[in-house]
């Protein structure tokens, strides 16, 4: 691997949720609300897609829809159409006990979407994990973690790794592919240094992560043992995707929040070659594809969600910095 490169001039508060899509990487600065695209030139400062008035963790593109896309934001998840408007599917944390936000989300290869949620404060055991499937239904699937990250997903859609940050534990699962159901866990990697954020597997089944607080990624076999690392010139890794034209680049994103003295280079997007590719974000699929309002409908009756499919950031907006 070759030393990286700075992807643009401009440096993010909270860089996450990046993916590769489109011929292109986008990703999120999530307290800000942005929705950004990489540019071409390391020259220039990230594109603004749109700005949501709350918290945005994380994207998926949705099938058939250019320019759309389904996105964990606020307290819940939402699409945002090529205008840049959010329609709610479900704010399930609305109401919560303590005041809550989306973290990371993704799709998995069989078009659902996933996407945790945990609290402002980091509230132990506050966040959930939450499935949206195909038909728009929104289930939480996974309860009492702190901070999630990922979710990322086997190739095939059989495995699935979850981070649980504050705990510095990532899970490995089984899925189901006809239904999306999880099986028992199992313990993949624990750290003892750093905490695991953005995640993403590549074409041998090898899982990336990035590691906060260390200034490094990590990659690490099927079975679970350390293969490599790389070096960052940040001390906060955040989200990180396998891009490019061949999908041998690895895209870093990185935070400033927190550090009260950041280096020049903290909260920049890096990117590195490596040797095993990995695939484009895979796009969110409603039922429907030709009237994806109709997938959407059944969130409003989403027992298994909670929360209210009206409305806007309203209820986050203010806790914005």
């Known amino acids: 691997m070759t ?9 993010l508060e909270l860089g996450e949720g990046i993916r590769w899509t489109d011929g292109r990487a986008v990703l999120t600065d999530i307290l800000t609300g942005r929705l950004l695209s990489a540019p071409g030139d390391p020259a ?10 709350c918290p945005l963790g994380a994207v998926a593109p949705v099938e058939g829809r250019p320019g759309h896309w389904i996105a964990a934001a606020g307290t819940g998840v939402c699409r945002i159409d090529d205008a840049g408007r959010p329609d709610w599917i479900a704010r399930p944390e609305d109401g919560a006990p303590v ?10 290869p069989h078009g659902r979407f996933w996407a945790g949620s945990m609290a402002y404060e980091a509230t132990e055991d506050a966040g959930s994990l939450y499935r949206v499937d195909r038909d728009g239904s929104v289930t939480r699937v996974l309860r009492d973690i702190t901070v999630p990250n990922g979710p990322a997903f086997s190739h095939d859609g059989t495995l699935m790794y979850l981070a649980d940050s ?14 999306g159901d999880l099986g028992e866990p199992e313990r993949f990697v624990t750290f003892g240094t750093g905490s695991p954020d953005g995640m993403t597997t590549d074409s041998e ?5 990035a590691v906060w607080g260390t200034g490094q990624a990590h990659r690490y076999h099927p079975e679970g043992t350390l293969d490599r690392t790389v070096e960052l010139p940040a001390a906060q890794p955040a989200g990180l995707c396998l891009g490019g034209p061949d999908g041998r680049t690895l895209l870093v994103t990185s935070a400033r929040i927190g550090l009260p003295r950041p280096r020049p280079l903290d909260g920049a997007v890096f990117a590195f070659r490596v040797d095993v590719p990995g695939a484009p974000a895979a796009p969110y699929r409603p039922a429907d594809a030709t ?9 409003a009756d989403s027992v298994a969600a909670g929360g209210s499919a009206a409305g806007a950031c309203a209820s986050t907006g203010d806790l914005l910095p």
Do not use: F
């Open 291 to 299: 009237d994806p309002d109709r997938a959407d409908s059944a969130a």
């Open 166 to 179: 504050a705990r510095g534990i990532v899970r490995r699962y089984p899925v189901d592919p006809a239904t």
């Open 3 to 11: 030393a990286p490169t700075v992807l643009a001039t401009d440096r």
């Open 205 to 209: 089944g090898g899982l990336w992560t």
């Open 44 to 53: 220039a400062p990230h594109g603004l897609i749109t700005q949501l008035p």
């Open 99 to 108: 005041p809550m936000r989306m973290n990371d989300g993704v799709a998995d």
